[in-house]
Structures are given as C-alpha cells and as structure tokens.
C-alpha cells in the first residue's frame, strides 16, 4: 500500500480522514516530531478548531520550517480545513499568531447579521479556470461539506496573479476562498473526508498526483447554483432492546415501547440504517444513545463499535449524542471528564457529540451565578480542545401553555395551536432525562447559555411533535432562530417531504432532520431532496 504522512501536532479529530485515506487503498503514517518530516514523500496537514491553538501548538512543536521547506522542495503537499488557513498570513480568530505566510492574504469571521455562524454544511467549490479543466477533480456539479466561521474572502485575480488556481464558494453575500492549489501544493477549506463521493475523489485526485484532468459535466445537475445547500439530517435513535441488542429504535412523544407487548419499538440494525440513509444522500447521520442516562458511556463499548462501523463506510458528518457528561467510573473508581468520554467517541469516528441533559444543568448553573462561565463545564472543556463545530447541543422542549405572556418569568411565543383550555402562549420547558424530568428553564435561556459556553449548533427536538408526523413546531424553531447566530437543526414532527419544505420556506432554520418516518420507509432522504429540489430549494444529490 502506499503510504501517506499525516502530521500530528494536536490538530482536534481527524479521525475521519484516517478512514477515508485507507479506504482509498493507502495507509498512514504519522509525523511526530519535526525531523521526521523530510521522510514524508505525500504530506497531509490536517486541522479542525481553532486557528491560533493549532497554529501555537504547530509552531511550539518546531513544525513551521520544516513544512515550510516541504512545501518548497515540490513534494505534493495538502492541507485541510485549519490546514488550508495555515497557509496564510494570518486570522482574525486569533491576530497575534503568524501563519506560515506561505500564501497572501488573512481569514475575516464571516459576517453573522444576516446568516448563521459557524458556516455548517454543503457549499461550492467552483475553480476559476474556465474551461473543461477539472483542477484535482473539483467540479462545480458536486458540494462539498464545510464547517468553519473564518474564511479567507475572496477577491478576483489576487491569489491567481501569484499563479494559484481559486476554488470559491458563496455565503451569505460573502464569496470566500474554498481551495487553492499551485504546483504541487492543494488546500481545502471544505472537509473531502466528509464529502462523500465528491470529496473522495479530490482527495484521492491529491493521493495520485493527479492535478488537473478532463471536467466530467453530469448533464442531469445542469442547475447546481452556488451556496449553501439545504441541509438534511437523518437521525437514529439507538437502544439496548429487551434482549441487550443495540437496535434503531423511534418514540411517540419520546415513549418508545410497543403499544402492546411493551416491548422497545426494534426498527432495524444501526450500522446498516446508517449505511442506508448515506446512500440515499442524508447530508448527516446522527446516533442518539437514548438510555445513556442510565449506563455509563465507558462501558458502552457496543455504541462505540457502531460508531467505528459505521465512519469506515460513511463519509458525511456523524454525530453522537447520549451520555456527554463528567462520568464516575465505578471500575476505577474516579470520575471521568466529559471530554474524556467525547474523546473516546471522537477516537471512534465521531464528528460532532451531542449534549442535552448536562447541557441544561450547565446552563441553570450559568444563570444561576449571574451568568458567569467557569470553563469547566462540558461544552466549554470539549468546545476548547475540538471547536465549538464539535459540540453540538441537543435540545428536548415541551410546551407549558400560559394565559398570558405576564403570568410567567420565562420567554414565551404566541401559538396557534392552542393549550387544553384555549390558552393563546406558551413557553417552552427545558427537559432532561430523554423527557422524563422538566427544569424550570425556558428554551431560551438554554440556547443562548450554550452559545455562549461555545456550542456551535443547536439540535432543536420538540416533544410535543416527536413521532406525531405532524409536520415540525415552526413557532419553536422561529423564537430559538432568533435567539442565536450559531445554526439551529429543525427536529421531531416530519412525517413527509412537504413538512421539509415548509421549515424551509416558512422559517430561516439551517438544517432539518428525520427519524421516523425513514425508519419506517415511508420516504427516503433522496425522495425528501427530489421534492425539495422541484420547489426550488436547493439540495445536494447523492454521487456514485
Ligand atoms: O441527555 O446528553 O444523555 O442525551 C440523550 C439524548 O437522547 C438527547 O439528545 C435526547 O434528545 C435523546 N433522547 C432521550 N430519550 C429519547 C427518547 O426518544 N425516549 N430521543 C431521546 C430523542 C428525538 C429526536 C428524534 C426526533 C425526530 N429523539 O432525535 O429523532 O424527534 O423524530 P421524528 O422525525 O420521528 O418525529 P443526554
């Protein structure tokens, strides 16, 4: 196998790219320490979080010139996500810590006023050269898959007078810089490791050397138009049925037992779902470990092989949630951290975890102490080492209906889907225990804690919907929209592709996910984008 050498400098999870590298038939080796860099022949720099913490720790290690002199001596070199921002001068994320100025120019933060930030999801990558010219099989049919809130901006000619190539993408009003690539140099914002087939065949384009070949035109995608896609997210919620087998399991109103028997609802194998749901164009798959509440997460090591399974085959985000909390181990008799057990899930292939009960405790506690953060919560330990793109935060709502706006002290919506007594508000109560325990926490005093805390995106479920194919709570999903910048996910209700395009049309949510009503196989995730594209909404399609 040939091989191809990853530098090891505390670059946040990279996992992910690991997998796909081996599954395009070559192996890794890792860099770990600055001499060994002039053994690399093929030289990956990878890098998720944050700027100015990856670029101290490259620099402490004594990487900067040894890099710099890879790059030099022509040895095809690649750099990914933190890699490609490494390239340059500098980023406002952090001002004080130097690129490698290898490539002009400095990352601006998106512009949050009109569009959420972090940037999450499937956007262009379309080169500057005109022609039928594929620039390491980039093409302006396929999206690829970004997570970041710095980007370089984009503007016509700079770059290209110093001979790179421009791939661009456009957020927002904002066109940034999505790749570039120069002789034997290639670096991308987007993630190809999580870009499925696209972002395969740019990275294995890089692996063979391949810089430039003939633009395969799908006649079929002749509409592909810059920006973000829609994002569509297919969610597995996942549970040691009665007989200890880990089975893809759906509740109505989160009460996931058989209406007769009483057995848990068993809709399939998790790793094969997961696959499924890939194949047909999910743009992510996210596990939900729903009785993490009560097993310690360490010992979930069948929840771990799942993750393991499913991230050599599936090469879009995937997220895990369930258990994400300081946890004591009764084994070695000593509380594990949070970040420990992300850790642990992010080793196993995870791209994201997902935090909901410790989510809501962190932040009665944040209010509770004058809204003081105290770095030692889950979300700011995890959100530190691996970027707030890392930690997502799981909400479980329900509504509490009110007479009047004034009858209480949290933040309500005036609904048109009435109370039992005709009542015209409601708030929504934070719950904790999948559901089984309601805090004295409104939804909106959650999201705008955790943002704080550094979370990077919002997993917004609602009980009252969950499994009732009712369509999504619009009301919901318009106050916590406009609560926070950071992308809020549309969850629990859709029971077809019309309820898709209705909280995308009637509400300015980034991403919207289904459970049910895949795992029963009423829709597919390809039949939901088909509707979705015949409505002008623009969707990512599955390539082969
Ligand atoms: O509290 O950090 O241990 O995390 C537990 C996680 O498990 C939370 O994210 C919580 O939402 C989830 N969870 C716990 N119990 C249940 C349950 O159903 N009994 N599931 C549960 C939550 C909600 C959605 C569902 C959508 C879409 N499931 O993920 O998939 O509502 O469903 P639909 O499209 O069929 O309507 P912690």
């Known amino acids: 196998m040939p091989t191809v050498h990853l530098l090891d400098y505390a670059a946040g999870n990279v996992r992910s790219l690991v997998n796909a590298i081996e599954k395009l038939g070559w192996q890794v080796e890792w860099i770990k320490s600055p001499d060994e860099v002039a053994k690399a022949e093929t030289l990956i720099l990878p890098g998720v979080g944050h700027f100015g913490h990856c670029l101290t720790q490259f620099a402490k290690a004594g990487y900067v010139e040894p890099v710099k002199q890879h790059i030099r001596s022509g040895k095809p070199f690649m750099g990914i996500c933190v890699g490609i921002q490494a390239l340059f001068e500098g980023s406002a994320e952090n001002s004080s810590v130097p690129g490698l100025g290898v490539i002009k120019g400095r990352l601006e933060r998106f512009r949050d006023d009109e569009k959420s930030v972090p940037h999450i999801g499937w956007n262009s990558a379309n080169t500057s050269l005109r022609g039928e010219e594929s620039v390491y099989g980039m093409s302006p049919d396929s999206k690829y898959y970004y997570v970041h809130s710095y980007a370089v ?105 058989e209406k007769s028997g ?80 992300a850790t642990l899930y992010f080793k196993s292939g995870a791209d994201k975890v997902s935090i909901g009960s410790d989510a809501v405790t962190a932040a009665e506690q944040y209010h509770a102490s004058s809204r003081t953060l105290t770095g030692k919560t889950a979300i700011e330990t995890i959100s530190e080492a691996y970027g707030a793109q890392a930690v997502v935060v799981s909400v479980d709502p329900k509504r509490v209906y009110v007479s009047t706006p004034d009858s209480t002290i949290h933040n309500t919506v005036e609904t048109s889907m009435l109370g039992p007594k005709g009542e015209k508000h409601c708030w929504y109560a934070c719950t904790i225990k999948g559901g089984r325990e309601t805090r004295d926490l409104d939804v909106i ?97 599955f390539e082969e």
């Open 153 to 257: 901006p984009y503007r016509e000619g700079e770059l290209e007078k110093d001979g790179w190539t421009v791939a661009t993408a456009k957020y927002g009003s904002e066109q940034f810089v999505g790749a570039v690539a120069r002789d034997n140099v290639l670096a991308t914002q987007f993630h190809p490791e999580k870009s499925g087939a696209a972002g395969l065949r740019v990275l294995r384009a890089f692996l063979e050397g391949k810089q430039s070949q003939p633009l395969t035109k799908d006649p079929s995608s002749a509409s592909t138009k810059e920006g973000l896609t829609r994002r569509i997210i297919a969610c597995l919620d996942v549970r040691a049925n009665d007989q200890g087998d880990l089975v893809v399991t759906k509740g109505d109103q989160y009460d996931v037992r």
């Open 262 to 341: 009483n057995a848990v609802r068993n809709l399939g194998k998790p790793v094969e779902k997961a696959q499924q749901y890939y194949e047909q164009g999910a743009d992510e798959v996210t596990f939900l470990n729903i009785t993490s509440f009560r097993d310690t997460p360490l010992k979930d090591m069948p929840m771990l092989e799942v993750l393991r399974q499913t991230a050599a085959t599936t090469f879009v985000p995937l997220t895990i949630g369930g258990g994400i909390r300081d946890t004591f181990d009764p084994e070695t008799q000593r509380t594990v951290p949070a970040l420990e057990v």
């Open 445 to 541: 005093q959650l999201v705008t804690a955790v943002e704080v805390m550094g979370a990077g995106e919002i997993l917004l479920n609602c009980i009252d919907k969950d499994g009732t194919n009712s369509g999504f709570d619009l009301e919901l999903i318009r106050s916590v929209k406009a609560a926070v910048k950071i992308p809020v996910i549309a969850s629990s209700g859709a029971g077809n592709a019309g309820h898709f395009a209705e909280v995308f049309e009637k509400t300015n949510v980034d991403a919207a996910l289904g459970a049910g009503m895949f795992h029963r196989g009423e829709w597919t995730v390809k039949q939901v984008k088909e509707e979705l594209g015949k409505k002008g909404l623009m969707v990512r399609r």
